[in-house]
């Protein structure tokens, strides 16, 4: 009886633990129970053996009840080691994947600051190119306009020496044969040759010989120009004179010099096309190359462009994986901790009832 009696007190401490499960305050009150009516027997013999009996069923009941509390704390053990592995793997492997996620995103903005950059540096070629294209384009229309304009220039020039040229040639030939005749032949002879010139002929003789002293008359000098004005205002009769001698001179001087000019004229034209067609070949070959440049950076510009957007859209999907795989972690930890917290509240609450268990039973 003495024995129950401590048993009893010992399962209603058990009981009034505030540590207790409510499975163990409902097992250790019954357990009061039974003692207390195995201690109330009527008598002494019956109260002894009676209460033999039920402390013997109480204490199997304890000691079976500890055994399940320690199976059940070596089963939660078990499964909170294999929840504490997943929150370690877990965790350990979302930590690595924002670590690679940061380094992704550190590589692609790298990226795309260095595509940025080559893009606003083409640009500025491409824009230069087009102003170099430009430009050639406008020096290879200037220098054909001012060679149309040496050409029409030159041709010009050409018909006025070569008409010139024909005309002192004219000339000088009228003379020469007025002054074979006059010098050469008797005066009988010289009025035949006027025959063949008179009327009509000997006015077209006068108009060549005019003609061509006009066009003398720009190019010789002061005193020249005077004997030239002198047989210019004299009556032409077909005579040959000293004066007529002094101007065939200057008409041959002249000859030699509109010549000498058609000549020099011709070389500069020549000089002037060489020029051009080698200046035309040289800005020819300097804009294909450059168009072949401004396609090559075109080309460039696209290709930075799709990777640019490419690189962009990488970028936000590794931001986005990378802000996901932070939240799930956060998440993670907060119920991993959480776990941990209320295992370790169970096991202390286990400890506290196979202690009072261990305590009843002996």
Known sequence: PV?????????????????????????????????????????????????GRTITQVVKLLQSMLDKSKADGDTERTLY??????????????????????????????????????????????????????????????????????????????????????????????????????????????????AGHEGAALVEVKNTLRQALLAANAFVSPKQAVVVDAFLQAPFTGTYTAQSGEVVGILKNMLDTFEANLAAAEKTEA????????????????????????????????GNDGDLATKRGQLDVAVAAKAEAEDFLARLLEMCAAKKKQYEERVALRTNEETALAEAIA
Do not use: W
């Open 271 to 302: 000089d002037q096309l060489a020029a051009y067609d080698k200046y035309m070949e040289e800005l020819a070959k300097a804009l294909v190359e450059m168009q072949a440049a401004y396609q090559s950076k075109q080309s460039e510009l696209g």
């Open 81 to 194: 080691a294999k929840y504490k592995c997943y929150c370690d793997t877990s965790s350990a492997d979302k930590k690595a994947e924002i670590e690679k996620l940061t380094e992704e995103i550190a590589l692609l903005e790298s990226k795309i600051d260095e595509l940025q950059s080559s893009t606003g540096g083409l640009s500025q070629e491409v824009a230069k190119l087009d102003k170099d294209i430009a430009a050639n384009k406008q020096a290879q229309e200037e220098a054909t306009a001012i060679r149309k304009r040496e050409n029409e220039d030159f041709l010009a020039l050409e018909k006025d020496l070569t008409d010139a040229i024909g005309q002192m040639k004219r000339a000088i030939k009228t003379l020469a044969e007025v002054g074979a005749d006059q010098t050469l032949a008797s005066a009988a002879d010289h009025k035949q040759y006027m």
């Open 3 to 51: 024995l129950a009696l401590d048993r009893i007190g010992l399962l209603r401490a058990l009981v009034a633990s505030p540590a207790a499960s409510p499975a163990m305050k409902l097992f250790g009150a019954a357990c009061a129970a039974l003692l207390v009516g195995a201690a109330g027997a009527a008598s002494t013999v019956q109260r002894s053996a009676e209460a």
